[in-house]
């Protein structure tokens, strides 16, 4: 998938009814992770599984924050964001050591992460997309993160880079997440893409958000309680207690 949004008439346009928001409520959280899993299982992603959502232990913790695009109510695209934490973050199951450079440098992390939309047409995508990562990017901001990672399939490696101005991590691999399915980790340095002000940096920075836009919502200990199941199904991953991790979390990276 390759885009450009720097076109002399700017990005496209998205329907103005269509809300963008942080996800506040088990209902609306449930319905961005029903959308990941129809995405994932529509792409052969991820295996199916009675929940049919797509929740893993990362949702389940306080630094992680779910981004959704409502129309009419309806929950039509999502994305989340997870801070580095006692977990980590996900893509180190494929780039460890590539993660624990970048944290030697001091600087906090985030993961871009599960991303979906309910239409298949980029035409229709893309608007919504970048108005939601727009939202995702200044909350990841305003939350101190300076370095934001993704683990992408290669095909769409090109598009965030010249989009979004990531620039390459690490090498392509096997990723267990998602069935084995192959990706490249990307890394978006917000000190430089201040420094460079690159094309579309307006379209992302050039409006700052209001406070309340960018508040936190963490996930409460009743949504965490519902939801834990639904994290212990999840492809690669596994909940355990007793592992001195935050909330009885851990990771496994399978295959």
Request: aromatic share 8%.
């Amino acid at each position: 998938m390759v885009c450009s949004l720097s076109s002399a008439h700017g990005p496209p346009a998205a329907d103005p009814d269509i809300v963008y928001k942080v996800a506040e409520s088990r209902l609306e959280r449930a319905a961005a992770f029903r959308l990941v899993y129809q995405a994932y299982t529509r792409s052969g992603l991820i295996d199916p599984n009675p929940f049919q959502m797509r929740v893993t232990p990362y949702h389940l913790l306080t630094t992680t924050q779910t981004f959704i695009a409502l129309l009419g109510g309806e929950v039509i695209s999502t994305v989340s964001l997870m801070i580095d934490g006692q977990l980590g973050l996900p893509l180190e199951a494929i780039y460890g050591p590539e993660v624990n450079r970048l944290r030697d440098l001091g600087g906090r992390l985030g993961e871009v992460s599960a991303l979906a939309d309910r239409r298949k047409r980029l035409s229709r995508t893309m608007p919504v997309f970048v108005k939601l990562m727009r939202l995702m990017v200044q909350f990841a901001r305003r939350q101190g993160v300076e370095q934001l990672l993704v683990a992408v399939h290669p095909r769409h490696a090109r598009f965030y880079q010249q989009v979004l101005h990531f620039e390459a991590l690490g090498e392509q691999k096997s990723y267990p997440l998602v069935r084995n399915n192959p990706a490249v980790a990307l890394c978006l340095d917000f000190d430089r893409l201040d420094r460079q002000r690159p094309a579309n940096y307006e379209t992302f920075f050039g409006t700052p958000l209001g406070a309340d836009a960018l508040a936190c919502s963490p996930i409460t200990d009743a949504e965490r309680a519902y939801f834990g199941p639904m994290a212990a199904v999840s492809g690669g991953f596994a909940v355990a207690s007793g592992t001195g991790n935050e909330h009885g979390l851990r990771l496994k990276a399978e295959g």
